[in-house]
């Protein structure tokens, strides 16, 4: 990070933005697996399938609230 010379908004936003999207799917990923593994796919993939959906509904809430807040 402290060889990276940019500009700090450019430097954040690879640092945090970029490599914190890895570590975050990474993290959905091997819990994914794990559940996988141990507690067999059914499970997995409503973890999966729920992880998604929520996530587009979050979206659109956010989307929503941030419409409604701006007009």
Known sequence: A??????????SFFLTGILGGFTTFSAFSLDAFDLY???????????????????IAGLIAGMALARWTLT
């Open 2 to 11: 402290e060889r990276f010379d940019a500009d700090p908004a450019l430097r």
């Open 37 to 55: 593994v141990n507690r067999g796919p059914a499970l997995a993939s409503a973890y999966i399938g729920g992880s998604v959906a929520l996530s």
